[in-house]
């Protein structure tokens, strides 16, 4: 039931528990203790009562014959009662008056016990509850005093029960205006500390509303709930960049994708006028314009195959590929497939075993992307050298191209992004970003530099290692 409760009301309700629980707990234990002190204070008085009745030889006082059978002192009437008490169960009660009748107190065997000891001791004495013959409660104690007698005093209880019945109806009050003042105590204070979680809740609900993933809450402090609004904060600024990123990746694929396919249609047109004139095309321009149709529809499905790669869901830093896969065999694979695309290019490779986290497939994709780039750069009959150096796991791709622009380094691994010499030439701008993904998810470095020994540039990727 309390699960359906709001959260303020579920914590002042605990909080008022807590509170009952413990104010219980300490009426409970003052009323126990102020009993006891009650109890011990009376078990005092009664042996304080019950000492004259020993002579200071140690035998029975005088007094006990003015027990049995007289009338007890004006004093004393309504308070004490004494009764003599002997082995076999016999007894005699001190007499009250007509208007004050004193009641017997029956006798158990611990005051049997007493009555029979052999010798008169002061530790001969037993104190006890019991109830008279007209039902009062009484405190009694029972004393040796000499041969097969004692002599019990009994007082009556209702003066303690009743100060205790009074104790115990303020507690219950005094305990419940406790609760409820905690109770009210408890809801101010579950308000005011989830004024914070009552600002983040506006916040969720308005983005979820409206959409609006620029919503900022305000922090201050460092507490939980500080923490939680700077978690919300940057999750809406982590959706609101891939959000751009996405609207980016949008936008940039629908101009390449307008460039192959303005000039599909294009060629496609003029391959039906020609069908529809009756004007036949020249075989030589028709062959020319089917090469060009091929070309673009290779380019437009290399194109939705990048875009394809780059929409799957980045693998957080924290959690690397599980699958070990051997960088040396994915480089091998990728320069026999840049041979087949250019095979009056040089490429001289130098490869020693190495074994890394991530997906074979895509470590080679990589590769032939650095591979294409240095060869598409490197013009007519370029060179490329691959190496990987087993010591520290690194990939080198160098072309003898025209270099890149110091201006165009901070930009070349991101998506749709071509430098100004290369809008001329074929390609998409995806194939360093791919490049960039793979190696990220395998939990490595890139970066592209220019050539030291001379025109050119080095693409170098660190990789880490593991066991093959």
Known sequence: MHRHLPLRARLALLTALAVALAVAAAAVTCWVLTRNQLREQMDRTLATTGTPFLNPRGGPS????????????????????????????????QLGTTTDPVSPVPVST????????????????????ATTKDGRHVRVMTQHVSRDTAVSVSRPLGEIESSLDSL????????????????????????????????????????????DLDTVIPIAGKDEIARLGRSFNAMTASLQASRLRQQRLIADAGHELRTPLTSLRTNTDLLLRSEQTGRPIPPADKERLLRNVKAQLVELSDLVGDLLLLARPEQAPSTPPSTSAGLHTAIERAVRRAELRAPDARIQVELEPWYVRGEPAALER?????????????????????????????LTVRDHGPGIAADDVPYVFERFWRAPA????????????????????????????????????????RLPGTTG
């Open 62 to 93: 005088a007094t006990i014959a003015d027990i049995c059978g007289r009338p007890a002192p004006p004093f004393q009437r309504g308070l004490l009662t004494y009764q003599v008490i002997r082995a076999d169960g016999w007894s005699c009660t």
């Open 110 to 129: 611990a005051d049997k016990v007493i009555a029979a000891a052999n010798a008169v001791d002061d530790t001969k004495v037993v104190f006890h509850d």
């Open 168 to 211: 115990a109806l303020w507690l219950a009050v005094v305990s419940a205006i406790g609760i409820v003042g905690a109770a009210t105590l408890g809801l101010l204070v579950a308000r005011a500390a989830l004024r914070p979680v009552d600002r983040l809740t506006e916040a969720a609900e308005h983005v979820a509303r409206t959409e």
């Open 366 to 394: 990589a590769v032939v992307n650095l591979l294409d780039n240095a060869l598409k750069f490197g013009g007519s009959g370029a060179e490329a050298t691959v190496r990987v150096r087993l010591h520290d796991g690194e």
């Open 422 to 461: 290369a809008r001329g030439l074929p390609g998409s701008g995806l194939g360093l970003a791919i490049v960039a993904r793979t190696v990220a998810d395998a939990g490595g470095t890139v970066a592209l530099e220019p050539a030291a020994d001379g025109p050119g540039t080095i693409a170098r990727i």
